[in-house]
């Protein structure tokens, strides 16, 4: 009689699934003990992780920095393989070494004197928030009392401006231009920082970020960095150790069938002697597995328990543990969407285009500039995606991110270029001269091609990345992570791997692999081939 190897199955060639893969294949015991198997339902792998071109450039329209170099094994990756350095120009985001310009609605350049006090107490509050330093204002208490982390901080800068006594009709640096004053500029600072911050979560509103969780998330110790070769070449590392024709792109998983313990039938030697799971694909094709690693986004899984018809979306049967549903539906998952724009060749207004950073009015006030579309309004800047490049880029997150994949880009185009023109209209005027970036006569500015993420529509990962929401928990997290069944005499069919299923470094492309790593650990211990 042949034994048969087990069968692993992973769904997913993103960074959980291809260092599972890797880490599964590459252990000395086990790379004739499996039967490996790496489904992707898109036509690439990578996942969340997508470097690209535009305008000469190479850009990520995914994943795009190393968050923090101690310890990250995405920065090890990255030394190993020579990515950290490249000929070609890359998003390096250099341009962030310099002051920004700070400029609000109507082309009023702000004095750095008024933004920095601002943008330190928006820092001082989140850190501690994240449990990295002492109160910052002075009965902000010790923030318990805080469901969210925008209620939070918008109680941090209410005290802020009682302590400092401000005054509502104080005008901004002695020479106000009629619609700002004092008090009204540091909410826009404060906004214009919560924005940013909002991309960094992925959460639509601050208010929906829950504040105790805040504190538990860890980040890798050392400076935050870009890849000059491009996050895809993390990628393509991890996947170059499989052999040809385990990775399978174009399979999309429409139902997984899994046998709870009570369901399975039992014979004398522990199993009736089939494999326990089996996936059915879009394409009418089925595959039988002994352990399934699903590494498919948060997003997916919401729209796979919310959608009851069948659309297309994964499916279980029988349904997940409720203990399960409900943490994914508890846990928070939302959008952020990148937005290239490659300056006109016959643009030459900038000699080096400026890091500018934008302040609205925050009310629904009749001094809101109408030109001005509701899209843009939370985007915090614009950069060039390095001191030299004539690509800029803005990132946009939740309600504005999800429009954006909406909009045709001669819209895109259109909008952007009449908000920055009326951003820059003041700017060669301004007694700062903007420090020092060569500006000459703002004329109107002209694009020539804009490029943008979408990953709110894209149905293989309906959305960006997870943070804990106001009602969940880091539990959730590892509530999403544990395997199905746990136990019994067919254990470990559904496993479970992801940025979601990470409670420390949820979010994150590092989240990702040591979840990968976690998995293929947890199978090579149960088959006792660990090294």
């Keep these: 009689m042949v034994v048969k190897k087990p069968r692993i199955v992973i769904i997913g060639a993103g960074m959980a699934g291809l260092t599972a893969a890797n880490k599964l294949y590459k252990s000395s015991h086990s790379k004739d003990a499996f039967e490996?198997?790496?489904?992707?339902?898109?036509?690439?792998?990578?996942?969340?992780?997508?470097?690209?071109?535009?305008?000469?450039?190479?850009?990520?329209?995914g994943a795009t920095w190393i968050h923090g170099i101690g310890g990250s094994p995405v920065h090890k990756i990255a030394q190993e393989i020579n990515s950290l350095e490249s000929d070609k120009p890359w998003e390096c985001m250099d341009g962030f070494l310099d002051d920004p310009i700070t400029i609000a609605e109507n082309g009023y350049v702000l004095n750095p004197s008024l933004v920095h006090p601002i943008s330190n107490l928006f820092k001082n509050l989140m850190d501690f928030a994240q449990g990295k330093g002492k109160s910052p204002v002075f009965g902000i208490g010790n923030g318990t009392e805080n469901t969210s982390v925008g209620s939070f901080l918008r109680k941090g800068l209410e005290n802020y401006w009682k302590t400092e006594s401000r005054k509502e009709s104080e005008e901004a640096n002695g020479n106000g231009n009629g619609n700002w004053n004092k008090k009204l500029l540091e909410e826009a600072i404060f906004a214009m920082h919560e924005n940013t911050q909002r991309t960094y979560t992925a959460a639509n509103d601050l208010s929906n970020l829950d504040y105790n969780a805040e504190s538990e998330y860890v980040m890798c110790p050392g400076e935050e960095i870009t890849i000059a070769k491009g996050y895809s070449s993390i990628i393509e590392s991890l996947a170059s150790v499989l052999p040809h024709g385990v990775i399978q792109l174009g399979k999309k998983v429409s139902k997984i069938e899994w046998r709870p313990e009570y369901e399975l039938g039992i014979t004398e030697n522990g199993h009736d002697g089939t494999r326990p799971a089996t996936l059915h694909f879009l394409d009418g094709t089925t595959l039988s597995a002994d352990h399934v690693i699903v590494t498919v986004s948060l997003g997916v899984l919401k729209a796979g328990i919310r959608d009851s018809d069948d659309s297309g979306m994964l499916k279980f049967n029988?349904?997940?543990?409720?203990?399960?549903?409900?943490?994914?539906?508890?846990?928070?998952?939302?959008?952020?969407?990148?937005?290239?724009?490659?300056?006109?060749p016959d643009y030459s207004d900038f000699d080096q285009f400026p890091f500018l950073q934008f302040l609205f009015h925050q009310s629904d006030s009749e001094v809101k500039d109408p030109g001005i579309p509701w899209w843009i309004r939370r985007t915090a800047f614009v950069s060039p995606i390095y001191k030299k490049s004539r690509v800029l880029l803005s990132w946009f997150a939740g309600e504005e991110a999800l429009k954006l994949e909406t909009l045709p880009n001669e819209v895109i185009l259109d909008e952007v270029s009449t908000t920055l023109s009326t951003f820059l209209s003041n700017l060669s005027n301004s007694h700062d001269q903007c420090n020092g970036n060569g500006i000459k006569n703002s004329s109107k500015l002209k694009l020539a091609k804009v490029l943008k993420s979408q990953w709110g529509h894209d149905p293989l990962f309906m959305g960006s990345y997870s943070y804990i929401a106001v009602g969940s928990s880091g539990a959730d997290m590892d509530k999403?992570?544990?395997?199905?069944?746990?136990?019994?005499?067919?254990?470990?069919?559904?496993?479970?791997?992801?940025?979601?299923?990470?409670?420390?470094?949820?979010?994150?492309?590092?989240?990702a692999y040591f979840s990968g790593i976690r998995e293929a650990n947890r199978l090579l211990e149960h088959y006792r081939c660990m090294d």
């Design 36 to 61: 490996l198997c790496v489904i992707e339902g898109g036509n690439r792998i990578g996942g969340r992780i997508n470097t690209s071109e535009f305008g000469g450039d190479r850009i990520e329209m």
């Design 318 to 344: 029988p349904p997940l543990p409720d203990y399960k549903i409900e943490a994914i539906s508890g846990l928070g998952y939302g959008v952020v969407n990148k937005l290239f724009l490659q300056l006109s």
């Design 480 to 511: 999403l992570a544990e395997p199905l069944p746990k136990s019994g005499s067919n254990p470990l069919q559904i496993l479970f791997a992801g940025e979601a299923t990470h409670r420390t470094h949820y979010s994150t492309t590092h989240g």
